[in-house]
């Protein structure tokens, strides 16, 4: 009877997929059944170029934009009798060109300069040298009806919460918006040709396949189901097939809320791997006088208790996603932790959050975390400290961050985020708290 059982979960599994596949086609078909008009038909997160408003010839139009970021971090070894603290500024300048023949024809190149700075640094650290890249450089055409578009080139992968996916990659990708319903396919690769014009560096040859479908159930609702691959091509890389989907919108005119939920299956290095994760949260506010809000959300991700099997049941995300994104504010950062800053596996992350809108161009906001492994490990996947946790304690510890942001009208914004991170059981006992400090002021010409 088990093994009957077992076998049944087994397939189970192996038909999420199939089934997320089948569900997108499904609806895909029932948005077909008549001509979606301009009203009703769903409006895909398309991308489109930024702004540029100085023409330079034919069809053509430039833009330019300046980021000054300084970072200070300190203590990230957690041990303050060790000297590792450093304050990098860095500068970057971003030029962008449109070409825009008609409305049914885009182009965009992407170009941006920076060189950071140490200003201070501990002994024996690397200077950066400067970077001279090519961020994006597309072409898309569009149908009249705008019901189809294709895009092809070094273009920008983006979800709403960042949690899928923050890159450029080089690819195609094609999209369909019907009515309520829309489909995004795309195959592509990160940095066939480099990014970097003056540093030619060897990458990871992964290549990606994505199917998001787009749904609008219900007013001030999306909801995304998706199957991605990420294909290695070299034996050491993971091959990682994730099943998902996220759901962003609004309850009534002052709640907002998202859900992320996905399954991971794939391989590294032989050995199988299954896990699942998810995110579910909501920011609730007042739209009157400084407009205070109240943000709480809980994330986890499956850990892999070692001694069950040989099956890794750790859940990953994607390698491509950034976790950036705002809650009640202007001012977007690091929504697990600025100064831990994980991905999300093998933990449980609780997360609080309160703000104020003193004007309608400002916002302050306080955000606390809660780090619990699932599983006591010795290695904390993918995050910014110098030390790994002891692998016999579970609570990792504590995070707070203050975030605050401010619009001068539409061309200069400044984001502050100052963030802590107090460390739990999972450390020495002497482990010290761990600190960061950063101001970006951008500036549009």
Known sequence: MTHRHSLRSAAARSALPGLALALALALALAGCGSTPTDDDRIELDIE???????????????????????????????????????????????????????PQVQGYLGLEATRRQLVVAPAGASRPATRLAVDEAWLMLRSPDDAFALQIGRQDFEDPREWLYDEELDGVRLYWAGQGVGIEASVSRERIVDKNLLDWERNPRVNNFFLLGHLEPWKDTRLTPYLLVRDAREQREETLRFVGIQGIGEIGRNVDYWVEAARVWGTRRGRPIKGQGFDVG?????????????SLGFAFGSGDDTGRDRVDRAFRQTGLQDNNARLGGIASFKYYGEVLEPELSNLAILTAGAGIRPTPDSSVELVYHAYRQHYADDDLRDSNLDVDPDGDHRFLGQGLDLVVGYRVGRDVTVEGVAGAFLPGPAFSSDADPSFRVSLELRMNF
Do not use: Y
């Open 48 to 102: 489109r170029p930024p702004r540029a408003e100085h023409p330079i010839g034919p069809n053509l139009r430039l833009g330019a934009q300046l980021t000054m970021e300084p970072v200070l971090t300190t203590d990230l070894d957690l041990d303050r009798r060790v000297d590792d603290d450093t304050v990098t500024v860095t500068p970057t300048i971003e030029a962008d060109v449109v070409w825009e023949p008609s």
């Open 282 to 294: 909501f920011t609730a506010g007042s739209r009157e006088g400084w407009r205070p809000s109240l």
